[in-house]
């Protein structure tokens, strides 16, 4: 018997012709922060600030490619290690950038630390070829991608912050209305994404029905992020079968999830059952899940989420996207994978809404016209950074002190007996925030 | 509950900039035949001539992409009728092109009639851009890929032909290891693949030991196409557990397979639990193979082909590549493939060695020099047709009466008692062909 071959050494081999001298000359990372309402979820609270990591890529022509990760001491450091380990390499090289971000810290966590920088490789490869990063996917099937407004439960304003932020307090029925009223008339939404996992049940399957009483034509999916016992989530599936378009993570674990929608006709979606990249295999083929919720941020790249998203199509599961909170080039980056995708597309999640007016590209903000974003021209992503935004958001993380997120500390300061235990809740006795 | 969104209509939008006029003016598709010596194995005997299809796509610009596909009337009649429904789409437009594909015949025959149209809008769009097409695969990890010496068991010559073909007969293990020296004098492979599943297992066991003796430092893998009972199977791998790197295929369906793999220390491997795109998902999720061959011709080219290698490496499966009878458009795809894969790779499978003498393609065949087949520099795949051998070869094919694959009638001429039974040799009792 023979061992297998090691990955194979890396090749420094030149594009042909007069591409050759096309490398990452030099990658600038900067964390920033921006003002994030109090949304709340089944991990707390969303702090003042959200933070996020700016990958600059500069190739050795002076091409600029952009990519957007998650915050964090952490992962900007890790970022910041992959960063040295693949410069001089070709711009087009992104299989073996990953290979060497791997290599440095293991798959599961190079995939979130080399997500940006896979996106600003092919950023600017897409420049430098005077194409799309779209074209570099397989090519659009779509010139817009439609997203859904993200409803969120919200305290009405940050606990050391005087009177409601802009958006006021959201945590009844009416309230919800309201808040889909407003993202509707602003951004024309045309689907609605509740999270859940914060109030007692009933009053989150109260609120689910009136945003669907109130929008009768638009869809509405549920989230509780795994915060439902499995009979919990049954009931509430039976309760909402001709309300909502699907349950997503509504109980914890394979095993779980697989007997509610066994049990249940309403269509049962996951992120959290499969976030990482290998993550997928399983819930594909169990087929524990109607629908996969795909982020390129946690799996290493665009090109990787644009694999699983064929996988899902073959497997006849459909599809959606995760969103954390995020800046313009996240935005730009998700439009351009979901302007790629194939099969059972569903709308997608983003938190956009929630953060543009702190966005750091140019030009302003991504347009949101109709609930959808039209696929950037290009060439590339098709975003550019305002270095006067950038340093300014930079600045704002500098004289804060949120250096890695931590939603449930934040939670606990209004609700000392906080527990974010998952999979927990019955319906009888549910909910870590009272709605009044 | 709300029906998941149907494709979204194919968008026409153009590439940008100067390249707006990139699309794909037409596609010509030439049936051609070439000689093959009677190479055996489980399905029976090659016949004289093997047939492949040929794809030039021309670009508005006047680009010619090429693709290489299995041979067959029913096969080139749906290639035929996808290069109808693809015309004028935008040459980067590879997933809507796949996505009409599997409109008109259905997402497994369109995998197979798509994969070469794949390949030339691949082929061709990276000359547009002018890199190679490993480029548009996350780019190249190594610069040469090898290929293992692909030992056939074979007559002497064809039926109705009058002595020796150049090879000769090739049914002992003396034959056997003068088949492997005279490939290893021509074109320096390192590792070894038999094929088996045609002479009684003993018979083909003591051919693997004696290539591997002949060779010792030489990896000796086998796959008799799930010829073997699993009891057999089992015998095999304890017997030869110190001799071979893998066995590929030795037992039928994924039960069997998975209980071999629990009993047995070699690696066992597979082509036929995974041709299908889909089917790959079983065979990574249950680890029923350490190693899977990939086929871009069956899983719909070389774009899916890579994201089932990124599949593959999360699961820590290793990597291979399953070959027909082939010619020089369909190495250099292999070759684009291979060179930008990570993980466990092993050496991959060619026909070619048997089949190059009849190449279609400009310069003389591929070069094979230690086992090894160089990256072409590209741009594109970096090969052209010869119009002359692509006329000669249609020719040949139109004068043939050849038109769809049997080994199993041209077996029968032969021995008229062939069964082509998977699954079901003992050791006792096996092997369709004798020896002598």
Known sequence: MHPTEPIASSTTRALPGG???????????????????????SAGAHEPLA????????????????????????????????????????VSAVTE???????????????????PIEVAMLDAFAQHLGVRVVDLLGGAVRDRVEFSGYLFYKWTGHLDED????????????????????????????????????????????????VREAFPDFPVRMDPNCRWSLEAAQEVA????????????????????????????????????????????????????DVVLLDHHVVGGLRRAAALAALCEAADIGLSMHSNSHLGISLAAMTHLAAAVTGRVHTNDT??????????????????????????????????????????????????????????????RRVPEFDPTLGAWTIEQSGWMAST
């Open 163 to 210: 009177g409601p932020d802009e958006w006021g307090e959201v945590t009844t029925p009416r309230q919800l209305v309201q808040l889909a009223t407003t993202l509707h008339d602003r951004f024309g939404f045309r689907s609605w994404k509740l999270k859940g996992g914060v109030l007692p049940i009933a009053e989150e399957v109260a609120g689910a029905r009136a």
């Open 51 to 90: 933070l996020r990591s700016i990958v600059e890529l500069e190739t050795t022509s002076g091409i600029i490619g952009l990519g957007e990760a998650h915050g964090g001491e952490r992962l900007t450091g890790e970022i910041a290690l992959i960063a040295d380990a693949v410069r001089d390499l070709p």
């Open 97 to 115: 950038a990953g290979a060497r971000a791997a290599g440095l810290l293991g798959r599961e966590r190079a995939d979130r630390a080399f997500a």
């Open 351 to 412: 938190h956009y809404p929630w953060n543009q007016d702190f966005d750091v590209i140019a030009g302003g903000p991504v347009s949101i016209v109709d609930g959808t974003v039209a696929l950037p021209a290009g060439p590339g992503l098709g975003v550019t950074l305002d270095r006067d935004l950038l340093a300014e958001a930079h600045e704002r993380y500098l004289s804060s002190d949120i250096r890695e997120r931590d939603d449930g500390a934040y939670a606990r």
């Open 238 to 289: 039976r309760t909402l079968r001709d309300v909502v378009e699907y349950l997503e993570d509504p109980c914890l674990g394979l095993d779980a999830m697989s007997a509610l929608r066994a049990a249940v006709d309403v269509p049962i979606a996951t992120n959290m059952l499969a976030e990482r990249f290998d993550a997928h295999l399983p819930v594909l083929t169990a087929r524990a899940a």
């Open 19 to 41: 591409r050759a001298s096309e490398r990452i000359r030099r990658i600038v990372l900067t964390p920033i922060a921006f003002p994030d309402p109090p949304l709340l979820n």
